[in-house]
């Protein structure tokens, strides 16, 4: 079984810088996109930027400019670079990756959310 585990949420003040990492587990053959993905409550789930294994990263229009999306591949891992926050970008965040395990076609796998709260 594939897993997602994501670190480094936290409490900042609006101006301030977090770094999301998120790096998958288990076996693992190869990962196609990888993206994170934020919930605030009472809203729907978003997608706040996606980086495939090749190709350009997209951007939600809310983050351009503030936020930058990287990945390891020998790692396994994607990160969020967030700069710059705002209230409004309190969620639950989200790491998502598209994954080929066991020879078997890509499948969704989910991390389990790491909590950005930006005070103001």
């Known amino acids: 079984q594939v897993q997602l585990v994501e670190s480094g949420g936290g409490l900042v003040q609006a101006g301030g810088s977090l770094r999301l990492s998120c790096a998958a587990s288990?076996?693992?053959?190869?990962?196609?996109?990888m993206a994170w993905y934020r919930q605030a409550p009472g809203k729907q789930r978003e997608l706040v930027a996606n980086?495939?294994?090749?190709?350009?990263?997209y951007y939600a229009d809310s983050v351009k400019g503030r936020f930058t999306i990287s990945r390891d591949n020998a790692k396994n891992s994607v990160y969020l670079q967030m700069n710059s926050l705002k209230p409004e970008d309190t969620a639950v965040y989200y790491c998502y990756a598209a994954v080929r395990s066991r020879g078997t076609g890509y499948r969704d796998f989910w991390g389990q959310g790491t909590q950005v709260t930006v005070s103001s």
């Open positions: 980086i495939p294994s090749g190709g350009s990263t």
């Open positions: 288990g076996i693992i053959f190869s990962i196609n996109s």
